[in-house]
């Protein structure tokens, strides 16, 4: 149960200069920082092992003028990816966040990899829609897995004290809104307070707490939770209680394009390289260009709430390159066949319907035109045998409301002023997405976790030291 108390005369076992809740991107990022500072922060973490939703990803962080991006000739700049931000958002995100977050970005992915060796490279092999310059950094193996492993990798060499296997439940404020520092619970049920300096939540949003989620996001109430379970919506619920503000609770990213019943995440590049999505009636039945957040609504609104992502061996060498996709090869999600109408036979799907839509989009490409639901089908080159099918649902990754904070990561009070002692990063902060799935540009998640949580462990740390 996450709950605010009266600070007023509890007694610490221990206190720190920089406490920080949760132990994912957003986390390591700000004990990273702080600890370059020289704060010494500790992590509290609920797992016994770092993973969270970072774990989960694909591990891309969206970055703007890098200089792998220069080494690749590809031109770039943050009023760019401002823009794009923005422009998905449909201007609802709060532009100084927006500004803030791009404009960090190159200098984010540059400290990863010239002080802690993270070893990035762009995908440069496919545009993800709404970015109009190819700027997702990834690691080699393109997985949230290797992203949380070098994270954690980095944190220990520099000595930060992670206590695993607790649960932050409770805070501890005074009447001024300053935070004295928090109550862990662990496994056994056993109670530990641990006084702060500086407090940084960094455990994400409320994807893991299904009445909120029936309560902010209702259209998603029913769907399958991709993201870490242990992500309970405590900040919101912390921040609730101390009357702070709240923005973008309906926000979220969602994707369209889950494997069933695998559960793996196919990666949307099947369909930007030229691909579709039927539905059970063999019939397409949306612009799947438009992103594959707000498709995921769409497909769990089709019979049985499933769709198939239909493409080629072209495709799926592109997709290849991401360890989700060769997982989901390998556990037989993908279904091959030489012809249209084998592949329905294949799929359990009227081969006529599917042979028929493969012949509408063939047409499409040929004439470089658009269809009824406003995909652009122009440059996008054609199928060729032999095509590949898998058959996916729509889920809820992670949710992008959270507490409001200013430019400096500081967490706003209703009256937008900001709390002495309190920072937000990553999904526990209001992301800059806006109010819906739609408003979810790719990277946004990885992109607040990191570049928000290093801002946070260096104010955190500033402050602690003052
Ligand atoms: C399948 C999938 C793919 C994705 N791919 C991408 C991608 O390629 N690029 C991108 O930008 N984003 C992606 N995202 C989103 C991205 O994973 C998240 O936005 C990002 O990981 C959030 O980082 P975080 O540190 O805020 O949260 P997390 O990584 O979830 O870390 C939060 C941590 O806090 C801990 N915690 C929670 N509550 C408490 C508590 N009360 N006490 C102690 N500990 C607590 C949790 O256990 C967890 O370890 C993806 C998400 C999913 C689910």
């Known amino acids: 149960m996450s709950r605010v108390l009266a600070a007023s005369g509890v007694e610490f076992a221990a206190s720190v200069p920089v406490l920080i809740v949760g132990g994912g991107a957003a986390g390591l990022c700000a004990a990273l920082a702080a600890a370059e500072r020289g704060a010494d922060p500790v992590i509290v973490e609920r797992e016994a092992l770092l993973s969270g939703s970072t774990a989960l990803s694909a591990g891309l962080i969206p970055a703007a003028g890098t200089r792998f991006q220069r080494e690749k000739g590809i031109a770039d700049e943050p009023a760019l990816f401002a823009r794009d931000i923005a422009r998905k958002a449909h201007d609802e995100a709060d532009p100084a966040i927006v500004r803030l977050v791009a404009g960090r970005s190159a200098a984010l992915v540059e400290w990863l990899a010239d002080r802690y060796g993270f070893p990035f490279s762009v995908v440069d092999d496919f545009n993800y829609s709404g970015h109009s310059a190819r700027r997702m950094h990834g690691l080699a193996s393109r997985s949230g897995a290797e992203l949380i492993d070098r994270l954690r990798g980095a944190v220990e060499r520099v000595d930060v004290t992670i206590l695993t296997g607790r649960v932050a439940d409770t805070l501890y404020a005074g009447a001024d809104g300053r935070i004295a520092g928090i109550a862990v619970k662990s496994a056994d049920g056993a109670h530990e307070s641990i006084g702060c300096r500086s407090l940084v939540l960094a455990c994400n949003g409320y994807g893991g707490n299904p009445a909120l989620v029936r309560s902010f996001i209702p259209e998603m109430a029913d769907a399958f939770y991709f993201g870490h379970a242990g992500n309970c919506g405590d900040a919101v619920l912390w921040g609730r209680a101390l009357g702070a503000k709240l923005s973008h609770l309906s926000g979220y990213q969602g994707h369209g394009s889950v494997a069933t019943p695998h559960n793996i995440l196919i990666t949307w590049a099947v369909i930007l390289e030229g691909g579709f999505q039927v539905n059970a009636d063999g019939r397409r039945f949306s612009d799947e260009s438009r992103g594959y957040s707000e498709q995921a609504v769409d497909v769990l609104r089709q019979p049985g709430g499933v769709a198939f992502d239909i493409f080629d061996a072209r495709i799926a060498a592109v997709a290849r390159q991401f360890r989700d996709f060769r997982d989901a090869e390998a556990a037989g999600a993908i279904v091959t066949a030489d012809t249209p109408e084998a592949l329905g036979v294949r799929l359990g799907l009227s081969s006529e319907a599917l042979a028929a839509e493969f012949a509408r989009v063939r047409d499409l490409k040929s004439a470089g035109s658009a269809d009824a639901f406003g995909r ?26 959270g507490l409001a904070i200013d430019t400096g990561s500081r967490v706003l009070r209703a009256d937008g002023s900001p709390f002495p002692n309190l920072w937000a990063a990553g999904g526990a902060a209001a992301g800059v997405s806006g109010n819906s799935a739609a408003g979810y540009l790719s990277g946004n998640g990885l992109l607040t976790a990191t570049v928000l949580g290093r801002l946070a462990g260096e104010e955190a740390a500033r ?4």
């Not at 089908?377 to 409301?401: D, E, I, N, W, Y």
């Not at 402050?463 to 003052?466: I, V």
């Open 376 to 401: 652009s089908f122009r440059g996008l080159p054609q199928l060729a045998t032999p095509f590949h099918a898998v058959k996916v649902t729509g889920a809820l990754f992670h949710t992008q409301g």
């Open 463 to 466: 402050h602690a030291a003052a």
